[in-house]
């Protein structure tokens, strides 16, 4: 099932789609670049793909983390990629104001795993006619995410996606249970699996959330094989130096290798035709 998303490319060839970008916009130049090299290599490969990079990170451990460059600032370029490329784009908000301010930028509002249950949250973001992308909260089944899809679906929009990142493990990590994703599908919405997130390892004593990137790639081939919707995943051209989340985002030069093989366990799992 494919989210109803304008721009949306090669919907018609059964592969998963992608949702995937930097964690934030860190200036104005290299989004676009990431984007162009993700275009690219979804256009050759056949992959529905959206854009998508924070344009504030509202939910940082410590108070000197990196936030943006501007709420606006960071707006434009995620425009700038919508209209350069023609394709989707994708932002979370954390606010009924933010909502309303993101929406005339992108198509996709992403609701943030901690903010899930926040009704005034997802009232707003249904109420801007956006493809709203729910991500299922740390502490929560995934049964517990029928009553957010019924909260946007109430407001007026049934454009939802749900988004498994991974559930509470202890202080400081995170496991996958993959009986969410048909269990998060009954809900007859379009259900991804974050492959980058889910590996976090939250509320280090540094105050910086760590990462297991090497298992990124086992967390993808396990979300194709019990067959996800989509793929969702924070990409980075040198994630030692990105401004957040580096520590579990892939390294974007490792993109097409793990799309490939993404795309041969999707058709040897017979989860489209061929």
């Given amino acids: 099932m494919y989210p109803k998303i304008q721009n949306l490319r090669f919907t018609d060839t059964g592969n998963f789609f992608l949702i995937a970008g930097p964690c934030v916009i860190e200036d104005r130049e290299s989004p676009l670049a990431i984007a ?21 990170k509202a939910n940082r451990s410590r108070l000197d983390s990196f936030t943006g460059i501007g709420d606006r600032e960071g707006l434009e370029v995620l425009q700038a990629v919508r209209d350069r490329f023609g394709i989707p ?52 089944s995934p049964e517990a995410m029928e009553y957010a899809v019924e909260k946007v679906s109430h407001f007026g929009n049934p454009n939802v ?10 202080y400081q990590d995170l496991v996958v249970d993959f009986r969410g994703v048909p269990i998060m599908q009954r809900n007859h919405v379009p259900v991804v ?28 081939r396990a979300a194709v094989a019990v067959g996800c919707d989509g793929i969702f995943m924070e990409t980075h ?8 989340d580096g520590a579990n985002m892939l390294r974007l030069d490792l993109a097409e290798p793990l799309l490939r093989r993404l795309l041969k366990i999707h058709r040897a799992a017979n989860l489209s035709e061929y």
């Avoid at 996606?161 to 202890?170: K, N, P």
């Fill in 36 to 56: 162009e090299t993700l275009v690219e290599l979804t256009d050759r490969l056949q992959i529905p793909f959206a854009f998508k990079a924070s344009y504030r």
């Fill in 89 to 140: 784009v994708v932002t979370d908000i954390h606010s009924e104001e933010d909502a309303a301010m993101a929406a005339p930028y992108v198509d996709v509002l992403q609701i943030p795993a901690f903010l899930c249950r926040q009704t005034t949250l997802l009232q707003a973001a249904a109420e801007t006619g956006c493809c709203v992308n729910i991500k299922k909260g740390q502490f929560l």
């Fill in 161 to 170: 996606m749900l988004t498994e990142r991974g559930t509470t493990f202890g």
């Fill in 193 to 220: 699996v974050d492959i980058t997130h889910s590996l976090q390892r939250p509320n280090q004593a540094s105050g910086v959330t760590g990462g297991n990137p090497d298992m990124i790639a086992t967390i993808g």
């Fill in 237 to 244: 051209p040198n994630p030692a130096v990105a401004k957040s």
